[in-house]
């Protein structure tokens, strides 16, 4: 959230009880349960939540804006030849950064060649000879050399420089500057000879101010740290640029097509940000790379890291819906292997490098899908010989990616059903985690937060086999009740409460035995799933609701709240909601709202005399018809579906959906792009409380978010 960002300074200090953060972990410990509420009254620091006590410590608790998190330093100078230092670029795991050649009368230390680490080996030259003018010498004739032109070339002279063998496509020298804002100051990859001839640098965007890289704004001032529209960092932005020869129309193949398409930041791959042409060369902007190579793991590394089958599952839910959305563009990838792909924090899975992106028929897409299935199946625990393999439901993961290779499943979207119902089966369930934060503010114009937030997270190990609990939780007080921060703060208690004493009380810490108890008959096992799981979130909204009833009675008043909850167990998800507080699933760039209004303009757009998206301007959108304190005979409206790997689930109130487009309009970001651009689910908090504040803020805002990741297998390795 933008350092300038509005708070009021009649808001009082949130009570934080603990918080834990499972981001970057390799597996699931066990460990106890983390919750973090924040009350009506008061505000959510906006800090990670490893950070909540530190922040503390330093006063962020008693009204201070929060520390502004570090930013990527400027590059630095450094000595050609000289190998990695703090100052430069050194991914988490498997450094692939080589320096620069040297500047010109320099000299690389010692003499060693500055090819770099990963570079493939010289093949033989297939560069035909440069004619020569009569007279001419071949320095003069190499001047000629497209690599060496200053002056844009045209479309039809770069067609037909593209039926020429070029020369080696020659690093740039180290802080030179293209096209007048990226700063070269590393060189990561260099393929300089063939047909796939490719550079990869690290560099700095010295002009960040002048175009958010996110939300595309110009209003920025130079310097500034963050964007005032969005809240992305801008100063100091780190970017790979990747270059090649100039070749053809840049948005019918490659990071042009991507972007074309609106491909370009697809979960799954390295984003891209644009593209363009300078001096006979293409430039593809891309997300810095990170991680630990796929190469780096067993049996491709002795010695290396192992990956169980349920990790690989993952990882190939995770692939497939990446390529899900490139196949179902009409496009094909045309190049997967271990060396494209990483994996980042040990659970994510990513395609580095998707510029070689084409529009491709039938055979292209069920080729990415043969390549993916090939790659995987070299970690897999078992070998199947493709001749052997046979159509039906198969029986192992190493043989649905059999299946795979032989050309069974068509398309990336065929891989990721069959993925999804081999693992809803339960033959084998992936290890989970969830990665989740919240947040709420008081927004631009009231004095008090009535808005409380609730996040309960839990990771359960049975068996060796780990999966999550999470409980998310928003309630928004009504204004124009009595007491409405009284009525939202009795509300996520009692739910936490209820749930405590029903799901985690009874079945995952069994009363402080390390034994499963034997279930009576009509008992609940809660982390099996099922219909009965969703009806115990009901319950406890109920529960909530009686008891704001008998408290508002016996006060005398008439408080009441809106209220939204989500269960998360292993994959499955259950919302419970009254009023107009929503939860909202993000899933493949889309958003959609799971919840439904309780309110008047809800009912008039489902008989059809209001669009849903004229909700925010009606003038009498904030009548509802339910809320909890009403009456004890509540009526809670349940939900429920099946996750999978990069959802996301989304509760908040109405000061953000009414303040935020649930998509872009008019230049500026809506709810599913900003969530698409963050980083994590901390992340998008802050920039979805800066959102609704910068879009008016008219109301308290209140936000809860949590992803659904792919944990490491302990029992595989």
């Known amino acids: 959230m933008p350092a300038d960002s509005n708070q009021s300074g009649d808001e009082q200090p949130q009570e934080v009880v603990t918080s834990t953060r499972a981001a970057g972990q390799e597996h699931l410990p066990e460990q106890a349960p983390s919750i973090v509420i924040a009350e009506a009254g008061g505000k959510l620091p906006l800090a990670e939540p490893d950070d909540v006590e530190a922040a503390i410590a330093a006063g962020a608790g008693q009204g201070e804006q929060p520390t502004l998190p570090e930013v990527a330093p400027p590059y630095q100078d450094e000595a050609a030849g000289e190998g990695n230092s703090d100052d430069q670029f050194n991914p988490l795991v498997g450094d692939q950064t080589a320096p620069l050649p040297p500047l010109n009368g320099e000299q690389a230390a010692g003499d060693q060649p500055t090819t770099p680490l990963n570079s493939n080996p010289p093949v033989d030259d297939q560069t035909a000879p440069l004619p020569r003018i009569e007279g001419e010498s071949e320095a003069e004739a190499e001047a000629r050399h497209p690599a060496t032109v200053t002056t844009p070339l045209s479309e039809a002279e770069l067609t037909e420089a593209a039926t020429i063998p070029h020369g080696d496509l020659t690093p740039l020298e180290r802080d030179t500057l293209v096209d007048g804002r990226y700063a070269i100051t590393n060189l990561v990859q260099s393929q300089p000879q063939g047909n796939k001839a490719h550079n990869v640098y690290r560099s700095v965007d010295e002009r960040s101010a002048e175009q958010c890289w996110v939300c595309g704004s110009a209003n920025n001032k130079p310097g500034e740290l963050y964007c005032a529209n969005c809240g992305a960092q801008l100063a100091n932005k780190i970017y790979w640029l990747r270059e090649s020869w100039a070749s053809g129309d840049q948005a019918t193949s490659g990071a042009g097509l991507l972007l074309s398409k609106g491909l370009g930041q697809t979960p799954g791959f390295g ?21 630990q190579p796929l190469t780096s793991f067993a049996p491709l590394t002795e010695g290396g890291e192992p990956i169980g089958e349920e990790k690989l599952l993952g990882w190939a839910m995770s692939l497939a819906a990446a390529l899900r959305s490139l196949h179902e563009a009409g496009l094909a990838l045309g190049s997967i292997n271990s060396d494209n792909i990483n994996i980042i924090s040990g659970e994510l899975p990513r395609i580095n490098d998707a510029t070689a992106a084409y529009e491709a028929d039938a055979s292209g897409r069920t080729a990415d899908v043969q390549a993916l299935a090939q790659t995987l199946s070299s970690f897999a625990a078992q070998t199947v010989d493709p001749a052997t393999v046979k159509d039906g439901a198969p029986t192992s993961l190493s043989e649905l990616l059999a299946q795979a290779v032989v050309g069974q499943y068509p398309d990336a979207g065929s891989l990721a059903d069959a993925l999804e119902q081999y693992r809803e089966e339960g033959i084998m369930p992936p290890t989970l985690t969830v990665l989740a934060a919240s947040g709420s503010d008081v927004g631009m114009v009231r004095k008090l937060n009535e808005d409380s937030v609730l996040l309960i997270g839990f990771n359960a190990v049975e068996q060796s086999r780990s999966q999550p609990f999470t409980l998310l939780t928003v309630a928004d007080g009504m204004g124009g009740h009595d007491s409405g ?48 799981v969703g009806e115990l979130l009901r319950q406890a909204v109920a529960e909530a609701n009686r008891q704001i009833v008998e408290q508002s009675r016996a006060r005398k008043s008439d408080m009441g709240t809106t209220c939204v909850a989500a269960m998360i167990i292993g994959n499955n998800a259950w919302f419970a909601n009254v009023g107009d507080s929503r939860g909202y699933l993000y899933r493949d760039g889309k958003l959609e709202q799971i919840t439904e209004d309780h309110s008047l303009a809800w009912r008039l757009v489902e008989a059809g005399q209001l669009a849903r998206e004229d909700i925010r301007t009606f003038d009498r959108r904030n009548e509802i018809y339910r809320s909890l304190g009403d009456d004890l005979r509540i009526e809670v409206d349940l939900f429920s579906l099946k996750l999978r790997p990069y959802d996301v689930l989304l509760l908040c109130s109405d000061g953000l959906w009414e303040m935020v487009n649930e998509e872009d309009i008019k230049g500026k970001p809506g709810i599913a792009s900003i969530i698409e651009h963050s980083a994590d689910p901390h992340d998008a908090v802050q920039m979805l409380l800066a959102a609704a504040n910068a879009g008016g803020g008219e109301d308290n805002i209140g936000v809860v978010i949590a992803q659904l990741l792919v944990n490491v297998d302990e029992e595989g390795r």
Request: aromatic content about 8%; cysteine-free.
């Open 271 to 291: 984003r891209i940000f644009r593209s363009f042409r300078q001096d006979g060369r293409d430039y593809a902007l891309t997300e810095e790379g990170a991680g």
């Open 485 to 532: 921060e009284v009525a939202s703060s009795m509300a996520i208690r009692a739910i936490a409460a209820y749930v405590a004493e029903n799901v985690l009380g009874r079945v995952i810490f069994n009363y402080g035995t390390n034994v499963k108890p034997q279930q009576a008959e009509g008992e609940i096992d809660v982390m099996a799933g099922g219909a009965h």
